[in-house]
């Protein structure tokens, strides 16, 4: 199935460009938040009370998905601490809840939230029903998982799908890990990452985005970025 790409965001995130696939019909809002296991979101993990004034912040922004962040821009700020990292995330999407976001927890291997199972138990234990799972096809390529582990995840749980290319070497160290996936992902076509197969894995109307940032881009705008993703 062809898809047109479009802008997806604004700002220094430029590498991100929609693939226009067909969205899960508004069921919550047609919004998303997402609380990744890193820098920004995973603060809302490190036993903080999530910023109640965050899910109205996300839908004053206007964006789809929106994204909220939390805490300090870079580094790791998740929570080693299970049980509170899960009530923080229930406490987190309860407070979306009256905005129509849904947040989408992201695992990262480099993180306390390595894998796809890390994210689904927690998901399971946060027991909150506008809860979802943000499925990076790196994240999932690093953590030792495969587009056969996606196909068995209830397609109900998937909030979103990031795409990028990637080398088929797998970095080796939490140093060599962080730097791939923050500036050295590639497009699709240029590596080796499974990437029809991850797409064929995921419910039909799963929002799917790409997440490719890398320097060499940088000097190009995101019409350019856009053509040459495509």
């Not at 796809?116 to 390529?141: C, F, P, R, V, W």
């Not at 730097?179 to 029809?196: C, Q």
């Amino acid at each position: 199935r062809r898809h047109e790409p479009r802008l997806y965001g604004e700002g220094p995130p430029a590498e991100r460009l929609r693939l226009g696939r067909a969205r899960r019909p508004p069921d919550h809002g047609g919004r998303h938040a997402l609380a990744r296991g890193r820098s920004g979101g995973g603060a809302l993990l490190r036993g903080q009370l999530p910023d109640r004034t965050l899910p109205d912040r996300a839908v004053r922004a206007g964006r789809d998905p929106a994204r909220i962040r939390n805490g300090p821009g870079r580094g790791q700020h998740d929570d080693p601490d299970r049980n509170r990292a899960i009530d923080n995330f229930a406490r987190l999407c309860q407070a979306a809840r009256p905005f129509g976001l849904r947040p989408a927890l992201e695992f990262i291997p480099y993180t306390e939230i390595k894998t796809l199972a890390h994210a689904i138990d927690m998901l399971q234990a946060a027991n909150a029903t506008n809860a979802g799972l943000l499925l990076d096809l790196l994240h999932l390529s690093r953590s030792g998982g495969s587009p056969e582990d996606v196909a068995h995840v209830p397609p109900a749980l998937i909030a979103l799908a990031h795409v990028c290319d990637a080398r088929a070497r797998i970095p080796r160290t939490v140093a060599e890990l962080r730097r791939e996936a923050r500036e050295d992902r590639m497009y699709p076509g240029e590596g080796a990452l499974p990437i029809k197969a991850f797409l064929a894995a995921l419910p039909a109307e799963t929002p799917v985005a790409l997440e490719a940032p890398n320097p060499r881009h940088a000097h190009l705008s995101f019409a350019e970025r856009a053509r040459l993703a495509y």
